[in-house]
T-cell receptor
């Protein structure tokens, strides 16, 4: 069963623009929401993560916005660069061993 | 400090053969997770192991799949009698502690079943 739904499936943004990727989850027991970045031929790498007790977290050009009541969270990439072109996965987990991943968004930033 | 090492990077098998995928965790990490990634899909949890123990195999198919993490050597994901539906990218991740909050992924093994 898919517990984390991610959209869009693909996204094309001009250099300098804002990339926005959205995720929705179902299980209110989730308490950790990371975003992973994956380049072709590589494994996913943790980009940024948030817990549900805060509504926003910013690290450089990357920001997570979290809406607990709507059970949604999003990744914003400001001033998008061609080097940001990758596949991005949202995920959610609760205490334990099971991390649920979204289906991924393939981001292309055009120069 | 080497990251998580997986080999081979690409593995081609014919239907009915066995596939062995290896994962060496980061130095000092004793927790290993295996995930499977199908095209256009996210990663699906398969199994969580600590040294010499399988902790959680709830995501592992009941038949043909097995995993181990011996006291010495890499973790092994073994698929017996492979079928075309086993074709996927298999990723290993390691963690210094219990839980999935600090996962470091390898580059994966792309398994192709002919």
């Amino acid at each position: 069963q898919q517990q984390v739904k991610q959209s869009p499936q693909s996204l094309i943004v001009q250099k300098g623009g804002i990339s926005i990727i959205n995720c929705a989850y179902e299980n209110t027991a989730f308490d950790y929401f990371p975003w992973y970045q994956q380049f072709p031929g590589k494994g996913p790498a943790l980009l940024i993560a948030i817990r549900p007790d805060v509504s926003e977290k910013k690290e450089g050009r990357f920001t997570i916005s979290f809406n607990k009541s709507a059970k949604q969270f999003s990744l914003h990439i400001m001033d998008s660069q061609p080097g940001d072109s990758a596949t991005y996965f949202c995920a959610a987990s609760m205490t334990g061993n099971d991390m649920r991943f979204g289906a991924g968004t393939r981001l292309t930033v055009k120069p | 400090n080497a990251g998580v090492m997986q080999n081979p990077r690409h593995l081609v098998r014919r239907r009915g053969q066995e596939a062995r995928l290896r994962c060496s965790p980061m130095k000092g990490h004793s927790h290993v997770y295996w995930y499977r990634q199908l095209p256009e899909e996210g990663l699906k949890f398969m199994v969580y192991l600590q040294k010499e123990n399988i902790i959680d195999e709830s995501g592992m198919p009941k038949e043909r799949f097995s995993a181990e993490f011996p006291k010495e050597g890499p973790s092994i994901l073994r698929i017996q009698q492979v079928v075309r539906g086993d074709s996927a990218a298999y990723f290993c991740a390691s963690s210094p502690t219990k839980g999935v909050r600090k996962l470091f992924f390898g580059s994966g093994t792309q398994l192709s079943v002919l």
